[in-house]
C-alpha cells in the first residue's frame, strides 16, 4: 500500500448485465434465445420490425419461405440479432460491425456461441464510419455484400450522411438489399445509390425503409 500521494480516480462505471429477451424468430436457430444488455445503451431492433423485414426481403427474393442465400452486412450490430436472424434464414455468412468491447465479449460473441454460428462470422470492431471508408481493407476485393442492414443509434447518426456513405461504399453492389430502421420525422431518399427504395413501413415511432434492385421490387409486386 502507498501512502502519501492521493491518486484522484474516476467513479467508476456502473457494472453492465445482460438478459434473455430476444429470440431468433426463424430457420434453423428459431426460437433460439438471445442476450441483450440491460438499461438503453444497446437498442436491438424490435422484433415486431425484424420480422418484417425478412418477411420483405424474402417475398422480394422471389422465396417468400426463406432468405435468398447471400453475405449478410450487420452495421451497429450491438447484440447481433439481426445479422444471426440473416444465418439462420439462409445466409452462408454474416459480418457484424460493433465498436464497443464489452458488447463484443459479453454479448454479440456469446449470442453467435450459443447459436452456432461463429465459424459463418466476421466481427470488426470499428466505427461503422470507418469500416465503410476502409471497406476494401477489411474485405478485399470482394466486398460487396448481398444485404446489408443500418441500425444505428437514433440520436447520434445524420441519417443522409449515413446513407451517402454507405452508397457509395464498395460494399454495396446492383443487387444488394439495404435495411434501415430510423425514427420519426426522418426524410429517407427514394433511392441509395443504384438502388430504389421497394419498402417504407411504420411502427410506431419506427421506421424501416429497404432498398433494393428494381427486379425485386417487381417480384415482390408480382406476390402480392
Known amino acids: 500500500m502507498e501512502m502519501g500521494n492521493e491518486v484522484l480516480l474516476e467513479d467508476p462505471k456502473p457494472p453492465r448485465d445482460t438478459h434473455k429477451l430476444l429470440q431468433v424468430l426463424?430457420?434453423?436457430?428459431?426460437?433460439?434465445?438471445?442476450?441483450?444488455?440491460?438499461?438503453?445503451?444497446?437498442?436491438?431492433?424490435?422484433?415486431?420490425?425484424?420480422?418484417?423485414?425478412?418477411s420483405i426481403l424474402q417475398a422480394a427474393g422471389g422465396c417468400p419461405a426463406s432468405l435468398r442465400p447471400g453475405r449478410w452486412l450487420d452495421l451497429y450490430s450491438?447484440?447481433?440479432?439481426?445479422?444471426?436472424?440473416?444465418?439462420?434464414?439462409?445466409?452462408?455468412e454474416a459480418h457484424f460491425v460493433e465498436m464497443?468491447?464489452?458488447?463484443?465479449?459479453?454479448?454479440?460473441?456469446?449470442?453467435?456461441?450459443?447459436?452456432?454460428?461463429?465459424d459463418a462470422s466476421v466481427i470488426h470492431a470499428v466505427r461503422v464510419e470507418n469500416f465503410l471508408k476502409r471497406a476494401e481493407q477489411f474485405l478485399g476485393k470482394n466486398g460487396e455484400f448481398?444485404?446489408?442492414?443500418?441500425?444505428?443509434?437514433?440520436?447520434?447518426?445524420?441519417?443522409?450522411?449515413?446513407?451517402?456513405?454507405?452508397?457509395?461504399?464498395?460494399?454495396?453492389?446492383?443487387?444488394?438489399?439495404?435495411?434501415?430502421?430510423?425514427?420519426?420525422?426522418t426524410d429517407m431518399l427514394d433511392s441509395c445509390?443504384?438502388?430504389?427504395?421497394?419498402?417504407?413501413?411504420?411502427?410506431?415511432?419506427t421506421h424501416l425503409a429497404i432498398y433494393g434492385p428494381q427486379w425485386a421490387q417487381k417480384k415482390r409486386k408480382s406476390k402480392t
Open 26 to 54: 426463424g430457420g434453423t436457430a428459431r426460437r433460439k434465445k438471445l442476450l441483450s444488455p440491460k438499461g438503453m445503451d444497446v437498442r436491438p431492433m424490435m422484433e415486431v420490425v425484424k420480422g418484417a423485414a425478412f
Open 78 to 92: 450491438g447484440t447481433g440479432s439481426v445479422g444471426i436472424e440473416a444465418i439462420s434464414r439462409g445466409c452462408s
Open 100 to 118: 464497443d468491447p464489452w458488447v463484443i465479449s459479453d454479448v454479440l460473441r456469446p449470442n453467435l456461441e450459443s447459436t452456432g454460428f461463429l
Open 146 to 185: 448481398d444485404y446489408v442492414s443500418v441500425t444505428p443509434p437514433y440520436m447520434l447518426v445524420d441519417y443522409a450522411v449515413l446513407m451517402n456513405q454507405i452508397s457509395n461504399s464498395s460494399v454495396i453492389g446492383e443487387n444488394t438489399f439495404i435495411v434501415v430502421e430510423y425514427p420519426l420525422r
Open 193 to 205: 445509390g443504384c438502388l430504389i427504395k421497394i419498402a417504407d413501413r411504420r411502427f410506431g415511432r
